[in-house]
Structure formats: structure tokens, C-alpha cells
């Protein structure tokens, strides 16, 4: 078993996808969100789409950090990344106006105290204040805050996010085809509309990175913030402290685990307004990593990425701490690219140039082969891997 196995998750999520194989597709199976008929009003030509999801186990690097510096400010950015992780999710079946949002926050009160919880909420309301200014309008509906201490060893945030969308603006992913090819968008560096480097790694895989970059300092020190029952040579087994730097640049450790999902909703705002009918299928890489498309394909297809960025420090040091192979690293982590576009070649240069009005990096990573079986090919360096 892997080192992530171990710990009890699953980059696949295999037995989740078990549990929900017998519910409703959706009007297009192949969309990267559930779309529904427009239960809401009743009409045709629109659609309802909800998303749930969160910030994962990223918030109890924050309850660290905080506790460590008693650096609030961490608390902002797991607000962002429970807001992004829906919002992008969303945008990648084309919606972004008018977007409703509902939070819910799980808190252990004995260690986490009321400042968290303010700081969280306000924060959510800052980011959505500051996407209006690239006409992306999410209105905070409230939610629940829930203090049970039984069920969350600190604090868990989550969200759902609704909205009602014309079927004929909607991504499907069903253009997707042969001939295509993949614009991959770095997941790090620093865009306009972000106040510093972002090291790109969003909110997937942090059980993995908490537990091989940390030391076990933060095992016998806080207890509260890993299941107990976990094998110790499995738990906090890496060489850092958050306050530690690394590389030329002298990155704070923790400040890399802890940068907030970068949204793309001004670059898909830009893109959609602008190039709408090229758009063939669209990506998130979240959960699962490059190899997220393979879900998402309309038909039996090969997908080539030969020409992936180039991974930054982050995941550098997830895997030289973790001695984890490539194959493992590129289904959980995003590796430098959580956005991809599927595209026709002559469209491509389009989009690469709506990145770079907003400093994003953006290239062709892949293309899309016929084939008669659905198959991934990454190539990493020397190596090919295939899923």
C-alpha cells in the first residue's frame, strides 16, 4: 500500500464513486459538474447545477500554522480554498454570474476559538467582493456554523454553491475529440488579481503533504490534528518545521502548504466572453490530479501530455520528502497545471494569450488521440507513464 493508502484516502475515491454509481447522471454525463433540468422554475431552455465541496484537510495545516504563529491571516485562505474549490468546479461547465453560496463550518470550540470562525466568514465575503470587479457575482446566502467537538478533531469548511444557467452557454465536454489539444494553466507563480506567489497547491493531496513534509514534532505536540490510531512511521514523518525556508527564494514551508487555491474565474470569464464556441471540453484538476480528464471523455480516446510544466517547489518537496514515484504523484497532485481547456490547435494561442494578460503561464500540454480504449499517457523527463 502507498503512504496515502495508509492514511486512510484515496486519491481515485473509488469507494465513493461505488456508493453514488446508481444516482442520476445528469442531462450530460460527461460534464465536469452534475447539470439538471431547471427544477427551480420549470423551463426549458435552463438548467440547476449544485456543487458541494471544501477545503479538505488543508485547514488543520491552518490550525498549525496558527497555532504555531498566531497568524490569523492563514484562516482567509481556507476560506478561499472552500470557495474555490467549488467555484472553479462550476466554471468549468460554463457558469460564472449569479452564483449562490452556502457555507458550513464544523468546529471543535475547546481548540478552536471565535476569531477563527470571524475570520473565515469575513474572508469568504472579501473574495467575493473582489471577483465582482471581473464580473463574477456569488452572493453569500449564510449557512451553518456547528460547534461539535465529538464528530471534528479542530475545524472542518465546507460550502455549496447553486446556480441557474442557460443550456446554450453550458461546456459539456461532449466536444471533445480527436485532434484536439490540451492548454494546461499553471496552478502557481503569481497572477494580477493575487498579493503574492502562489505556490499551486490547491486543495487536494494535503494528507499526503502535511504528513511526509512535517516533522513528528507536530505528532507529539498536537495530537488533536491526526487520527491517533494511525501507524506512528506513517504520521509526521518528514524533515520541516512551518516556519522553515526552502530554495533560493527562501519560501516559508508552511506559507507553500498554505497558499490559497488560485481561482481562474477572471481568465474563464475572459475566455468564455471571448472565445466561447472553441472551448471543447474543460478540467479542473483537482482530486485525482492529471488524471482527472479521464472521466470526463465523450468516447474512447488516448490522451498524450508530453509537454507538462515543469513541477514547482512544492511538489519538489512533497516527493523528495515523501520518496514517492512519479505515477503516484501526478494522480494526486496537479504537478503545475490545475486548469486545462480542450481545444482545436489553431484556438490555443487565444487562450495562452487571455493567461498572459492576467500572469498566468499557459502552454500546450497534450493532445487528443482516437483510439478503442480510454487511455492516459504522461510524459514526465525520460519517463511514460500510463494509466
Known amino acids: 500500500m502507498s503512504l496515502y493508502s495508509q492514511r486512510g484516502v484515496s486519491a481515485q475515491k473509488e469507494e465513493v464513486h461505488k456508493a453514488t454509481e446508481k444516482l442520476d447522471k445528469g442531462l450530460y454525463p460527461h460534464a465536469f459538474c452534475k447539470i439538471y433540468p431547471d427544477y427551480l422554475t420549470g423551463q426549458q431552455d435552463w438548467v440547476n447545477v449544485m456543487h458541494a465541496d471544501g477545503a479538505g484537510t488543508k485547514s488543520i495545516l491552518a490550525y498549525l500554522y496558527w497555532k504555531e504563529t498566531g497568524d490569523l491571516s492563514v484562516w482567509k485562505g481556507i476560506a478561499q480554498d472552500a470557495v474555490v474549490m467549488n467555484l472553479d468546479d462550476l466554471l468549468c461547465v460554463g457558469i460564472t454570474d ?36 471581473f464580473n463574477v457575482n456569488i452572493h453569500y ?40 489539444v ?44 491526526y487520527e491517533n490510531s494511525l501507524a506512528s512511521e506513517v504520521v509526521y514523518i ?17 506559507k507553500l502548504l498554505l497558499s490559497p487555491t488560485r481561482t481562474y474565474a477572471p481568465l474563464l470569464q475572459a475566455m468564455f466572453a471571448n472565445h466561447f464556441d472553441a472551448i471543447h471540453g474543460l478540467i479542473h484538476c483537482s482530486g485525482g490530479g492529471q488524471t482527472k480528464c479521464m472521466k470526463y471523455l465523450p468516447g474512447n480516446f488516448r490522451v498524450i501530455k508530453d509537454n ?80
Open 98 to 133: 449569479n452564483l449562490l453560496f452556502s457555507s458550513t463550518i464544523d468546529r471543535n470550540k475547546t481548540v478552536v476559538s471565535g476569531d477563527v470562525l470571524e475570520t473565515v466568514i469575513n474572508g469568504t465575503q472579501e473574495l467575493f467582493d473582489s471577483l465582482k470587479q
Open 141 to 180: 446566502l449564510g449557512g451553518e456554523t456547528a460547534d461539535v467537538g465529538d464528530v471534528v478533531r479542530t475545524i472542518a469548511v465546507n460550502g455549496t454553491m447553486t446556480a441557474r444557467w442557460p443550456k446554450n452557454r453550458l461546456v459539456t465536454n461532449d466536444n471533445i475529440q480527436a485532434g484536439d
Open 182 to 225: 490540451i492548454v494546461g494553466f499553471s496552478s502557481f507563480g503569481q497572477t494580477v488579481y493575487e498579493t503574492e506567489y502562489n505556490s499551486g497547491i490547491g486543495s487536494n493531496g494535503l494528507t499526503s503533504a502535511r504528513h511526509d513534509v512535517l516533522s513528528k514534532f507536530y505528532a507529539e505536540k498536537f495530537r488533536e490534528s
Open 238 to 254: 518528514g524533515p520541516y518545521l512551518l516556519t522553515d525556508t526552502v530554495g533560493r527564494e527562501q519560501f516559508q514551508v508552511g
Open 308 to 387: 507538462l510544466f515543469e513541477p514547482p517547489i512544492i511538489f519538489q518537496l512533497i516527493q523528495e520528502a515523501s520518496g514517492s514515484d512519479n505515477r503516484e504523484m501526478y494522480q494526486v497532485f496537479n504537478m503545475g497545471h490545475r486548469l486545462e481547456v480542450f481545444t482545436d490547435a489553431a484556438s490555443a494561442p487565444k487562450f495562452i494569450e487571455e493567461a498572459k494578460k492576467l500572469g498566468i503561464e499557459a502552454q500546450i500540454v497534450g493532445r487528443v488521440e482516437a483510439s478503442d480504449k480510454k487511455e492516459l499517457v504522461l510524459k514526465v523527463g525520460n519517463e511514460e507513464i500510463v494509466y
